[in-house]
């Protein structure tokens, strides 16, 4: 029997982050990464943590769902949470990220972590014998998805996510936007295409025509609802995409005062500022209609595209029916499954299930009984979800304040609410996190 003692199969993001939690409570890791042997349709290199969809880590603003859940983990002695804070660039209230800058960090704190040992290749199937942390995400290699289903007796579940469109930045014509963050928040770290009446109705027009790539035969669109392709909200009627990622509201053009019909969001991708991401405009269309259509936004006219949007389909276990409170397989209990794979949706919850899944693996590598996070946690709430939810209508989740415990004592005012909810949660805790070393 090899030597060491747990598994962590794929280099995402949450299988980086318990391999090392796994390394830094004694463990001893393999972790394997099947890229660059094998690739998926989404990811575009070999690295470590590459973010496939959006570079954001979402609100950094103190007392939100996405900071809680962030706080936890960095209070925990986060590993993705270090690197995306040593990545950061720009982006108003949210923690945004150079994406090659946090893979490299990401890659550069394993190699340092003399217990944790990088093996490219692919798992093909799951280990008999030794405590695994599975963690292959969403688009899961065929035959170890195979191997998964039979072990579980069920199909994994699938829905689509979907990736935006990426743009040179000095394809874009800076005298036709403006930098500006919503309501002034966070600095001018946005550019923002404005469009008027006539021009948002001509861009819904086109996109409504534009020609989409066919899905096959056995793919039935299960679109996350978060995560919408810019031409599925337009069939929903043409107001909305001005109540989604073509929100105006806060966001008044300095150069007339007024606020636009409809606008677009760019967001930098790196330190450089060389390249923007349309924000919230994931698509599925064909790219020969895709850069026509884009090209009909204000500034994006002569717009030179690094990356076209996407739609992938994401597998998912159906977590209520298949997992226990400690992340384990019912069927295997010496799997672990983290990440989206496990039932969740969003980057920092894929990190916070890594982190989960590590310190479980850890406590049965020792012959313990993991402790789950205690249910007032964001931690706790995500897993309690995740475990408690109905078995037949379960959908992947963000961590929201809906999935927390309501205080004891009603409180009226959001803001109070919200703040008191944190402020439980993080004394909750801090009884359960480990001391950072």
């Known amino acids: ?45 070999a690295s470590l943590g590459e973010l496939v969809c959006s570079n954001s880590l979402k609100s950094e603003t103190p007392h939100t769902a996405p900071w809680l859940l962030k706080e936890e983990l960095r209070r925990g002695g986060s590993l993705l949470l270090e690197c995306a804070a040593r990545a950061a ?22 190699a340092a972590e003399p217990r944790v040992r990088l093996r490219r290749q692919e798992v093909t199937s799951l280990p008999l014998d030794r405590i695994t942390v599975l963690a292959t995400g969403p688009l899961t290699s065929t035959p170890l998805a195979e ?27 800076h005298e036709r936007v403006y930098a500006a963050s919503r ?66 509201v806060g966001l008044p053009d300095p150069r007339t005062g007024r606020v636009p019909h409809a606008v677009v969001q760019l967001r930098r991708e790196n330190v450089r500022s060389d390249s923007y991401n349309l924000v919230g405009f994931q698509n599925h269309l064909r790219f020969a209609a895709q850069a026509e259509v884009l090209r009909l936004i204000p500034g994006l006219e002569h717009a030179r595209f690094l990356r076209y949007g996407q739609v992938h ?77 109905a078995p037949d209508a379960y959908a992947p989740a963000n961590i929201t304040f809906d999935l927390l415990p309501p205080l004891p ?3 009226p005012d959001r803001a109070r609410r919200h703040q008191a909810q944190c402020e439980i949660a993080l004394a909750a805790a801090g009884t359960w996190l480990p001391p950072i070393t």
């Open 1 to 45: 029997m090899s030597p060491v003692s747990v598994a962590v199969i794929g280099g995402g993001l949450a299988g980086p982050e318990a391999a090392y939690q796994l390394a830094r409570r004694g463990l001893e890791v393999e972790l394997y990464e099947m890229r660059p042997r094998v690739s998926t349709p989404a990811h575009r290199t």
């Open 409 to 411: 004592t009603p409180e």
């Open 183 to 248: 309501y002034g928040k966070g600095g001018d770290d946005y550019l923002n295409c404005p469009l008027d009446r006539d021009e948002y109705a001509r861009f819904c027009a086109a996109l409504t025509a534009a020609e989409s790539y066919p899905l096959r035969d056995f793919e039935q669109p299960q679109y996350f609802e978060a995560c919408l392709p810019i031409e599925e909200l337009v069939r929903r009627g043409i107001e909305t995409l001005r109540f989604g990622p073509m929100k105006p």
């Open 89 to 110: 660039v720009p982006g108003g209230q949210a923690l945004t990220v150079d994406r090659e800058r946090f893979s490299a960090g990401i890659e550069a704190a394993l």
């Open 147 to 173: 191997d998964l289903a039979r072990v579980t007796g069920r199909s994994s579940l699938a829905f689509y996510d979907a990736i935006s469109p990426i743009v040179e930045a000095d394809s874009i014509d």
């Open 313 to 389: 389909r994401n597998s998912y276990l159906q977590a209520p029916v298949v997992l226990t409170p400690a992340l384990q397989l019912r069927a295997r209990r010496t799997v672990l499954v983290a990440g989206q794979l496990c039932g969740t949706e969003g980057y920092v919850e894929a990190i916070a299930t890594g982190y989960l899944a590590g310190a479980f693996a850890a406590a049965l590598a020792r012959g313990a009984t993991p402790i789950p996070p205690p249910r007032a946690t964001a931690l706790g709430s995500l897993l309690h979800y995740m475990i408690n939810a």
